[in-house]
Structure formats: structure tokens, C-alpha cells
């Protein structure tokens, strides 16, 4: 049943918050004592407190997943027993998946119809995907010489560290989650600060869908402290994460001062979409570049936040384009009708707003441009479009993170291609086109994990997710995530 406005407020209103990690399967206090004061961006309220948890709770996690690891009541266990756990732990995730909205879209300001209807709802279908595809995965018999056989198997790694961005709290953790336990791994995850509630919850879950104790841990915390102290950690196996670039470089560094772990990093993006003229419906293309850009407050790795559009449809399409953004104006998001939410925190729109005020001075705003306040908070911004600005300007370089995107002219396919990749990412790309061959030729030739093609920012279940260049590298999604968190071991046995 769809909630009013009125009954999702209510429901905040009722909503429990406990910000205690999970450790072992149970909730305990942080031995630090200190606590991390959380709002709500759309609000300015304080509405939780969060355990400052340090290097000691991350070794009191990283010990429970070992022994659980260890005691092979998962990791040993048929894959037709994960099975059955993960799609138990699918039951309950949907079971509670307004909490759930509601947890995501209290603590980072995203429209509680996309949280309620995609985000929960996304996550409980991946687990029960991974779920299915535990008991689909096949081992190897390769060709030995006569009198021997070699069995080649994939196996877990052990104990995973996950750290998540704030922008999709629910969905990012589900993304490694689901496949490292899938495969039979260990978990601890580093849930952001900005928005750590969801993930908390998905601890309590699984111990209640009868996962054993200790394979899922979460601790809570600053990046700098719970995050380094996972990097660092002698029996982190793996280290997944999704963040900026700067961190992952800095987990890199980790990673080889400590046990070599392996890592699978997504990182940063700046993602183009380049419209040319022979676009069969130029409407279309600008509604589509209005949700690639503007979505989640355009708080998007992927998000397709530099367009470029073959001059002889630029003018139409900037209006086209103008006019689309009007579906994504800010309002409160807990209001179901709402285009927007806030950005995360006020302190982040400050530093999304200066980037406008400079885009001001050095260009044109054809859309919005405006910061209102709403609820009492200035954490809203609309969306904006910037034209006019050299190809240097940070509105082309660096990843804003928020609701503004660059619209610029092109004249020949060959530069619209050299603009496109003209960034330090890879992490994804767009383009419209009524040729099927340029439609290939083009995509063959930007640089990105994912091209989209008529579309913008395409992604699956059943289809790989990660960059190129300084977007990172490994793939969530698809059973190649599943990857991550495995490696082949050869059994080789002789007979003659």
C-alpha cells in the first residue's frame, strides 16, 4: 500500500534508531563510549546517536568473523543451506522494508519513493539473486596427463572487509554483501557515518534468517579510524569498498603495508552523455539525461553529469533539457511526491553551492541555480544546468556530487569522443544516436565500465558494474562479483 505523506511522517516519527554496532550478532556498546551525533539533513534534527567505534571494536569484529569463518557453519556448509539463509534473509530485508526506507532516507535526504520502492525492495531481490546463483556455479576438471586428476574449485577468501558509501547506504552494503556471502566469506562492514542505520539492521536480520552468529558484523564509525583499522587489519582477506578516489588510493596503500589483501575498489566518476543529431527523440534523450544527472540529488558515482550535444540540436535540446529538470525540484522527502531530496548534509551543499557560485562567474546557468530552504534546512539545492564554461572548469573535471551538470556543443564525432574521454574516470558513459553503426563505433571507443546507449546509466542484476582508469577496479553485480570474493585452489591427484 503507498503511504500519504502524512502516514510516512508518522512512521518516522514512530521509528526506533540504535546506533551500537553489531559485533558477534548481538548489539554492544563501542569501547570507546563516545557517541557520533546523527540529523537529519532534510531537518537539521538530531536524530540518533552513533557508536564512535575504533581499532578495538574492529578487532573484536574482525575476531568474531575469523571464528565463525573458522568453525564452518558457513563457510563449510552446503551451498543448498546458504541458499535457503539468503533467501530467508530476502524475506525479512522486504519484511521490513519501510524501516528500511525509512532509516536511508532520515539520514541522507533521498525521497523516500525511491528509497521505499527501489532501494529496499533492489536489495531483498539481490540476496535472493546471489541466493539462486550460490547452487549454479560449477566446478572445473581440466585435462592432466594419464593417471591423474586436477579438480579446480572456487573458494572463499575468509574474512571480507566492506566499506560503503553514504549515497546508497542500503543498496551499495547489499552489493557486497550478498555476493560475499554468497561464496561463503566472513563480513565486516564500515557502514558510512553520514547514514549507518540500514546497515545495522541488516546485521540483526541475519542472524534472525539463521545465518551463524559472527558472519555478519557491523561496526560503525569514522572513515579515518573503523575504515583504516579494516584496511590495515593483518586477517582482512579482502577489502571491498565504494567511495572517492582519493580514498581508494589510499586504501591501495594500505593494502600493501599490511597483508597484500585484495581489494575491489569503486571509485570516483565524471560520466559523459553525448547526444548527436541523428537521436530519433531528442525529448526523450533530455528526459533521460534530467534522471542521469539529477537523480539522488545527482549524489551518483555514475551519474552522467557532462553532456555534450552535436550543434545542430544543441539549442533544443538545452531547452528539452531545462524544462525535464523541473521533475527533480526539491522538496521534503518524506513527501512521496517530492522530485528531490536533501544532499546528505548542509555542509556538503556548501561545497556543491560554491562550485555553482563559480560556475556563475565563469559561465551561464540556463536551470536553476537557486539554494531554498526547506524544513529549515539548507541542505537543498536545485538542479542546475551550466553552459559556457572552458573545458578546464571543475564543473568538467571534478566530481561534484550533487545536482549540477555541464552542457556543451560538439561538431564531429571524433571530438565528441576525445571530450567524452577527457577525464581521469572510466566508470561509465552515454550516447544517443538513430545509427546502429555509430552506435558501435562510438562505444567501442569510450573509455567507461558501462556504456548506455539510449539510454543513461544502465544497470542489472545480471550485468557487470565498475570503471576503468581511476574509477577502480573489480565489478559488483552479476554473478562475476562473485569473483571478489573467491579464488581458484587446484586439488591435483595422482594414480600412476
Request: aromatic share 8%; with cysteine; proline share 5%.
Amino acid at each position: 500500500m503507498t503511504r500519504t505523506h502524512a502516514e510516512w511522517k508518522a512512521a518516522a516519527a514512530a521509528l526506533e534508531f540504535d546506533g551500537r554496532p553489531v559485533i558477534g550478532g548481538v548489539r554492544v556498546s563501542s569501547r570507546t563510549g563516545k557517541t557520533i551525533e546523527k540529523r537529519n539533513p532534510a531537518t537539521g534534527e538530531v536524530i540518533s546517536q552513533i557508536h564512535d567505534c575504533d581499532t578495538a571494536d574492529v578487532d573484536d569484529a574482525v575476531a568474531a568473523a575469523r571464528a565463525a569463518y573458522e568453525a564452518g557453519g558457513w563457510s563449510q556448509a552446503g551451498a543448498g543451506f546458504r541458499r535457503e539463509r539468503l533467501l530467508e534473509f530476502a524475506r525479512l530485508i522486504e519484511e521490513h522494508a519501510d524501516e528500511f526506507a525509512l532509516y536511508d532516507t532520515l539520514d541522507m535526504g533521498k525521497p523516500i519513493r525511491e528509497s521505499s520502492t527501489i532501494d529496499a525492495p533492489g536489495s531483498a531481490a539481490l540476496y535472493r539473486f546471489y541466493a539462486e546463483a550460490i547452487e549454479k556455479q560449477e566446478d572445473l576438471i581440466p585435462v592432466t596427463p594419464p593417471g591423474s586428476t586436477a579438480l579446480v574449485t572456487r573458494e572463499p577468501l575468509g574474512v571480507i572487509g566492506v566499506i560503503v558509501a553514504w549515497n546508497y547506504p542500503l543498496e551499495i552494503a547489499t552489493w557486497k554483501v550478498a555476493p560475499a556471502l554468497a561464496a561463503g566469506n566472513a563480513v565486516v562492514v564500515k557502514p558510512p557515518v553520514e547514514a549507518s542505520h540500514s546497515a545495522l539492521l541488516l546485521a540483526d536480520l541475519a542472524v534472525e534468517a539463521g545465518i551463524p552468529a559472527g558472519i555478519l558484523n557491523v561496526v560503525p564509525g569514522r572513515g579515518s579510524v573503523v575504515g583504516k583499522a579494516l584496511a590495515l587489519h593483518q586477517d582482512i582477506d579482502m577489502l571491498a569498498f565504494t567511495g572517492s578516489t582519493e580514498v581508494a588510493k589510499q586504501l591501495q596503500q594500505y593494502a600493501g603495508q599490511s597483508n597484500m589483501k585484495r581489494l575491489a575498489l569503486e571509485a570516483g566518476g565524471k560520466s559523459s552523455n553525448l547526444v548527436f543529431a541523428d537521436c530519433e527523440d531528442l525529448a526523450l534523450a533530455a528526459e533521460k539525461a534530467a534522471f542521469g544527472s539529477f537523480y539522488n540529488q545527482g549524489e551518483v558515482c555514475s551519474a552522467n553529469s557532462r553532456i555534450f550535444v552535436e550543434r545542430p540540436v544543441y539549442e533544443e535540446f538545452l531547452k528539452l533539457y531545462a524544462k525535464a529538470a523541473q521533475a527533480y525540484l526539491p522538496g521534503d522527502p518524506l513527501d512521496p511526491e517530492c522530485g528531490s531530496g536533501s544532499l546528505v548534509s548542509e555542509a556538503h551543499a556548501d561545497s556543491v553551492w560554491a562550485t555553482i557560485e563559480n560556475a556563475r562567474r565563469d559561465g551561464t546557468i540556463v536551470a536553476g541555480g537557486n539554494r531554498p530552504e526547506i524544513n529549515g534546512s539548507r541542505a537543498f539545492i536545485e538542479p542546475t544546468i551550466v553552459t559556457d564554461v572552458p573545458a578546464d572548469h571543475e564543473v568538467h573535471t571534478r566530481e561534484i556530487f550533487g545536482p549540477v551538470a555541464v552542457v556543451a556543443p560538439f561538431d564531429t564525432e571524433e571530438e565528441a569522443i576525445a571530450a567524452a574521454n577527457e577525464t581521469p574516470y572510466g566508470l561509465a558513459a552515454s550516447l544517443w544516436t538513430g545509427s546502429f553503426s555509430r552506435a558501435h563505433r562510438v562505444s567501442a571507443r569510450l573509455v567507461a565500465g558501462t556504456v548506455s546507449v539510449n539510454t543513461v546509466d544502465a544497470l542489472g542484476f545480471t550485468t557487470p558494474f565498475g570503471g576503468f582508469k581511476q574509477s577502480g577496479f573489480g565489478r559488483d553485480l552479476s554473478v562475476h562479483a562473485l569473483e571478489n570474493y573467491t579464488d581458484y585452489k587446484t586439488t591435483w591427484m595422482q594414480w600412476g
